[in-house]
C-alpha cells in the first residue's frame, strides 16, 4: 500500500476489488447461462424441425395438427384450472 493511505482509503480501495471480482464472476456466470440458452433454443429449433418433417411425410397436415392440439390444450387448462380451484377451497377450509 502506499504511504500516506488512510485505513478508509486502504478500506474503499478493497471494497471496490471485492466489487470488480464479484461483477466479474456474475459476468461469467451470465455468459455462460446466456451461451446454455442459446445452444437449448437451437436444439429446439432443430428438433421442432425434425418433428415438422417426420409429420409431413406422415401426410398430417400441420395446420389441421396445430389446430387440434391447440384445442386439446385449450381444454386441458381448463380442467387443470377447474382441478385446482376446488382442491385450493377444500385445502383453505379450515
Do not use: C, K, N, W
Request: hydrophobic share 40%; glycine share 4%.
Amino acid at each position: 500500500m502506499l504511504a500516506g493511505m488512510t485505513s478508509h482509503d486502504r478500506l474503499s480501495e478493497r471494497i471496490q476489488e471485492l466489487t470488480l471480482a464479484r461483477f466479474g464472476e456474475f459476468e461469467q456466470e451470465l455468459r455462460r447461462q446466456s451461451a446454455l440458452a442459446e445452444r437449448e433454443e437451437q436444439r429446439q429449433q432443430e428438433r421442432l424441425r425434425r418433428r415438422t418433417e417426420f409429420v409431413a411425410s406422415a401426410g398430417i397436415d400441420r395446420e389441421r395438427y396445430a389446430a387440434a392440439t391447440a384445442a386439446d390444450d385449450g381444454a386441458e387448462e381448463e380442467d387443470l384450472a377447474a382441478f385446482l380451484a376446488a382442491h385450493r377451497e377444500a385445502v383453505s377450509e379450515p
